[in-house]
């Protein structure tokens, strides 16, 4: 497995009898962050412990410059995950979950939206709907055109998107959709009383086997 071209790390998967990985799950960072958001680490090894295949990969932008946020590097972003998620296909058999943190994870919901690639479940960290302190300038346009199961997982002291304004942001989506409130938590998603990466991959889980 050559994981070099999409900058990733990969979890190896717990062995649970399967004869190889359940499928595979590939999740990225927010602007500013990268592959090794203490975030992203937490929830691979999680999915990594129920058996999956879960990979932490840097977005192209960041895989130019070390440190920064992104600039006008959509377009690129988004193809970069296309390549990833194309990849994932070939790291082993199952099911294809795909997401991220904040700005990885709305590039990855646009290109699910688009019909660039194909996910099983998408799982977004913190969506975020609208800049802090400006909900006029909602970033949804897209979510109607999503037909992947999507999971939302959001604090409830989010600046970028109230719990209220996401429930109703998920509702746009025709697939099924599970927002899982953080309570208390920040865009960071840090809760010192609730397992974050348990209750997302909860989530998840129970989309993949609903559908």
């Known amino acids: 497995m050559n994981l070099e071209q999409i900058a990733g790390i990969a979890h190896a998967p717990a062995d649970h ?3 190889g990985p359940i499928g595979t799950v590939v999740l990225t960072h927010g602007a500013g962050g990268s592959r090794e958001s203490p975030l992203l680490v937490r929830i691979c090894d999680e999915w990594a412990a129920r058996g999956w295949l ?3 990969y840097n977005l192209p932008y960041r895989r130019r410059r070390p440190k920064g946020p992104p600039s006008n590097s ?3 972003d988004q193809a970069g995950i296309v390549e990833v998620i194309e990849l994932a296909r070939t790291l082993a058999e199952g099911p294809v979950v795909a997401g991220g943190h904040s700005y990885g994870g709305r590039m990855t919901s646009m290109v699910v939206a688009d019909e660039a690639a194909k996910v099983d479940v998408l799982t977004l960290f913190s969506y975020p709907l609208h800049p802090p302190g400006k909900p006029e300038r909602a970033r949804t346009e897209h979510l109607p055109r999503i037909s ?3 999971v939302f997982t959001h604090g409830t002291a989010d600046p970028f998107g109230s719990i209220e304004e996401l ?3 998920a509702a746009l989506i025709s697939a099924a959709t599970e927002v899982v409130e953080i309570t208390g938590a920040r865009h960071d998603l840090g809760s010192k009383s609730l397992n974050v ?3 997302a991959v ?3 889980s129970g989309l ?3 559908s």
């Open 167 to 169: 429930r109703a942001a």
């Open 54 to 56: 879960a990979v932490r």
């Open 148 to 150: 992947a199961p999507t």
């Open 74 to 76: 959509a377009a690129s």
């Open 17 to 19: 009898g399967q004869g």
């Open 208 to 210: 993949l086997g609903a």
């Open 197 to 199: 990466p348990a209750l």
């Open 202 to 204: 909860d989530a998840a």
